[in-house]
């Protein structure tokens, strides 16, 4: 069976220097607190916590001085500002990306424009950015469906959530214009969504055509590694959606000729060459 690889696969440049922040405070000694999962992957997760890191669902359970780590996409405001009074050391490792999607928003309302955001307003990154704006100036929306929700202003900003699909996005940019424009609104359009994510929707996409099955290595709950899913299913592929090697029944496959092996930008390469070589032992 031929098994194929895309030529970037592992943690992403956000992923990587979250961790060696994690680590680095860790190191130094002293409690290290993070509120939810620093990045949606589990295993990455749990080799974190074996290293000391404690996962905390909120900042009621920090008893105690430590140092606070923020989410690779962002923390609401509110938190912040409570850990900061708690005596917290806050440790921000929020993605540049993401701190760009918050700046245009921000630059956005300030410019009177209504904000669209095409995302999932249950997202913790969507979560972090509402907490920082007035409700009203912002529409989170997942579909063209639901274009009729957002507000009838005159001027309105799209942007994406980082880890949105690319084909998404432009399909809502694409019937928000052509539902608006006509009368007469002004629409700016920045495409916010992470170059890497970007580069992996294509590679799943490419990977998808060429093969019989693809293998989806993430985290449940990581939203990017989600779309690959999605992406390759699009394409009518069998699609295998694992977090850890383990997961993948090797009989299911095996008659196939060709399968690809695509990660989540949380989803650690090892897991990937892992799979590689055992598919290729069986
Ligand atoms: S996926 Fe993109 S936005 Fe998210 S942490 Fe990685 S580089 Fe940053």
Redesign the pocket.
């Known amino acids: 069976m031929k098994v194929y690889i895309p030529e970037e696969v592992g943690f992403?440049?956000?992923?990587k220097e979250?961790i060696k922040k994690v680590e680095r405070e860790l190191k130094k000694g002293g409690e290290v607190f993070c509120l939810g999962d620093l990045v949606h992957n589990p295993l990455v997760m749990n080799e974190l916590c074996e290293k000391g890191l404690k996962v905390v669902s909120s900042l009621s359970e920090v008893k105690k001085c430590g140092t606070l780590i923020t989410r690779?996409?962002g923390v609401e405001q509110s938190i912040l500002e409570k850990g900061k009074e708690k005596g917290l050391k806050i440790v921000e490792t929020t993605?540049?990306?993401?701190l760009r999607a918050h700046k245009i928003i921000r630059k956005l309302i300030c410019e009177s424009y209504h904000v669209v955001i095409v995302g999932s307003a249950e997202h913790p990154e969507i979560k972090a950015i509402l907490s920082d704006i007035p409700f009203c100036k912002v529409s989170v929306i997942n579909s063209s469906e639901r274009i009729r929700e957002v507000s009838e202003e005159k001027k309105i900003g799209i942007v994406a959530q980082?880890?949105e699909s690319l084909d998404n996005f432009e399909n809502i940019v694409k019937n928000l214009i052509e539902k608006r424009l006509k009368s007469g609104f002004e629409i700016r359009v920045f495409n916010t969504v992470?170059s890497?994510?970007i580069k992996r929707q294509k590679e799943a996409k490419e990977l998808a055509e060429k093969v019989d099955a693809v293998i989806v290595v993430g985290g449940n709950k990581s939203s990017?590694t989600r779309k690959l899913v999605e992406i390759c299913k699009k394409e009518g592929k069998k699609v295998y959606f694992i977090e850890r090697e383990e997961e993948l029944e090797f009989e299911k496959i095996k008659k196939l000729s060709s399968v690809g092996i695509i990660g989540g930008?949380s989803t650690p390469e090892k897991i990937i060459r892992n799979l590689e070589r055992k598919i290729n032992k069986n």
């Open positions: 992403c440049f956000g992923v979250a690779a996409h993605c540049p990306y993401v980082t880890t992470c890497v994510v990017n930008t």
